[in-house]
């Protein structure tokens, strides 16, 4: 993450206005409690920023910050009586069981940990969350899901019972936890359930690890698990060095699955765009606690992959066919 501190201290007034639409959004007012959370290694703009956004608009606003990767025990009760935090650590609470209790209270949680920049140019937008809440809908309202591809994915997963997620960039309500930038229609599937094969082509990413696929990977799916991953470079990589490592059958489980509903998403630049892509498939394995109020899985391990030109059915409606979305709403 060294090109965090490539951006400048002097950015930080520019931002303030922006941020403080970003607040009103998330319906901050005068003398609600506004947490600011972040870590030794969070892009230092982003807290001044967001503090003079609280105090312009009368909140009640103070930051904790803390060394990367120290437990999130500490700061839980922080959480809880907050109306409104803003996560900005560099490392995402997102599977962990802080977001959980926290939403549970009904704390707002806003994610942020991306640069001024790509904030700037993914702004939320009323259209985007138009596009989410109905894609959510969609998804609520289905028991099963089935992926396919030009390149060999067929997957079927279950999940009566799960709601639709949304993710469109502003955390407006109790218990909300929102990530900006973002655009997603996501769900928690049913962590046992589901088989078929998943196949990453090139051009597909890796999110966990920084990377685009340049030989086709394939994987194996049964009850909800990876069970076998073959073919180049890649797959070789995932296999034996990624998921591996973390010695725990759960972080090859099913973890979450959806599309991406941003149409200002730009695929070459890495993290976020990728997720909420428009028209992309991104499906994710390992922990899933956290964000999905229904998830069960703990784990240390969560890998994302967003994938394009997949067709993607909820029971027997077709919302997208390689990769272009087939119902009006969506569009």
């Not at 982003?46 to 930051?63: E, I, R, S, T």
């Not at 964000?291 to 919302?319: E, L």
Request: aromatic share 10%.
């Amino acid at each position: 993450m060294a090109f965090q501190m490539a951006v400048s201290h002097n950015v930080t007034g520019e931002l303030v206005e922006m941020y403080r639409q970003v607040l009103v959004m998330c319906q901050v007012k005068e003398g609600e409690h506004v947490l600011l959370h972040s870590t030794s290694n969070t892009f230092p703009q982003h807290p001044a920023a967001f503090m003079g956004a609280a105090l312009a608009l009368g909140a009640d606003v103070f930051q904790i910050t803390h060394p990367q990767n120290s437990p999130e025990k500490a700061v839980v009760d922080a959480w809880v009586r907050a109306d409104m935090v803003i996560d900005l650590t560099a490392g995402a609470h997102a599977y962990g069981d802080i977001v959980q209790i926290a939403q549970k209270e009904g704390t707002r949680i806003l994610r942020v940990a991306d640069t001024p920049e790509n904030l700037r140019r993914l702004f939320p937008l009323e259209e985007v969350r138009h596009r989410v809440i109905a894609g959510a809908a969609i998804m609520g309202q289905s028991n099963t899901m089935r992926i396919t591809s030009p390149f060999g994915t067929d997957l079927t997963l279950y999940k009566e019972g799960r709601i639709g997620a949304m993710n469109y960039s502003i955390a407006d309500k109790p218990g909300r936890w929102d990530i900006w930038p973002s655009g997603m229609v996501n769900c928690a599937p049913i962590e046992d359930m589901g088989e078929g094969v998943l196949v990453l082509a090139p051009g597909d990413v890796m999110l966990a690890t920084g990377q685009y696929v340049r030989e086709k990977v394939t994987m194996e799916v049964k009850d909800g698990c990876i069970t076998k991953i073959w073919g180049g470079l890649e797959a070789d990589f995932l296999r034996n060095d990624y998921f591996a490592r973390f010695n725990d059958p759960n972080a090859y489980r099913i973890s979450h699955v959806g599309w991406g509903c941003e149409k200002r998403a730009d695929w070459l630049k890495f993290g976020q765009d990728n997720e909420c892509y428009y028209g992309n498939m991104q499906i994710a394995f390992g922990a899933n606690v956290g964000v999905f109020i229904q998830g069960r899985t703990r784990c240390k391990a969560h890998m994302d992959f967003p994938c394009r030109f997949n067709s993607y059915w909820c029971d027997d409606t077709q919302i997208m066919s390689e990769g272009q979305f087939l119902i009006d709403e969506l569009k």
